[in-house]
């Protein structure tokens, strides 16, 4: 009975750093890190407490695994920078824009990922976000400018029109985000693209 018990013990903690990650994910996805123990992650990743400090440290030291793993940015901005550099203006924006609406990191973007025990947002993630966003205008603007220069796009303010390219896109990833809107993702970025590129020639 007592090697039983032993065994159960032992398996109990078997669970692994992405198992816990997975779980806690999901759990300061839902409730916010505030209103989401140790003792709750333990009881859903079927583990310990003493196996979530192995790893991670602290309550603090997971959460921030948790959003370095989804909140990072790099592989969405490292395939746009890929979509973005056709052989000309107007391929590199249908390449972007289709990039932009099939490869968004949906994961990254739940409020609960960006609160902190005070239930205040999480300025540190918040900005690292925000700094991913103003690489991905600066992105766009680049693409415009090479257009204007060629005599591909007519003249006009390239970080505004920039600006109402990324608001397009995000319109459509946030509707789907938070109300579940479905689009069609190939006819949305096509419309978009048709709009945008028509409005700059």
Do not use: W
């Not at 979530?52 to 790099?74: C, D, E, N, P, R």
């Not at 993630?125 to 603007?141: D, S, T």
């Not at 060629?150 to 397009?168: K, Q, Y």
């Not at 459509?172 to 700059?200: C, G, T």
């Amino acid at each position: 009975m007592v090697y039983l018990m032993h065994q159960l013990s032992v398996a109990k903690e078997k669970a692994g750093p992405d198992e816990i990650l997975e779980v806690a994910s999901r759990l300061f996805s839902e409730k916010g890190y505030a209103n989401v123990s140790i003792r709750d992650i333990c009881k859903e990743a079927k583990t310990t407490p003493p196996m979530i400090y192995y790893y991670f440290g602290s309550k603090k030291g997971l959460f921030q695994a948790v959003t370095k793993k989804k909140v990072s940015m790099s592989d969405f901005i490292n395939r746009l920078d890929r979509a973005s550099k056709g052989p000309n203006a107007e391929s590199s924006v249908r390449s972007f824009v289709r990039t932009y609406l099939t490869s968004f990191p949906e994961d990254a973007f739940s409020v609960g990922l960006y609160l902190k025990d005070t239930a205040e947002l999480d300025k540190d993630n918040a900005g690292k976000v925000a700094r991913g966003f103003e690489q991905i205008l600066k992105m766009v603007v680049g693409i415009v400018e090479q257009g204007i220069r060629r005599g591909e796009f007519r003249r006009s303010d390239p970080e505004m029109s920039a600006d109402i390219l990324l608001g397009l896109l995000n319109h459509v990833v946030f509707q789907r985000l938070h109300f579940e809107r479905k689009y069609n993702l190939e006819k949305s970025s096509e419309f978009i693209s048709d709009f945008f590129v028509h409005a700059m020639k």
